[in-house]
């Protein structure tokens, strides 16, 4: 997911600088929200591994 966030950020950069605003907003929008899904599956994926660690000790 996190590489999906790239790319989009990467296109809304090229999109930017070619002077294509709708599709830079668009894939930033993207972006962000994929950045935000990978960023609360990542701390899920912490927090379980601190509590099954928790548990075996």
Excluded: D, N, S, Y
């Excluded at 966030?5 to 830079?24: H, N």
């Amino acid at each position: 997911m996190l590489k999906w966030a790239i790319i989009f950020a990467i296109i809304a950069l090229i999109a930017g600088a070619l002077g294509f605003t709708r599709v830079e907003g668009i894939a930033a929008t993207i972006a962000k929200v994929l950045f935000v899904i990978f960023l609360i599956l990542f701390i899920l994926a912490i927090l379980a591994l601190v509590g099954i660690f928790h548990m075996v000790m």
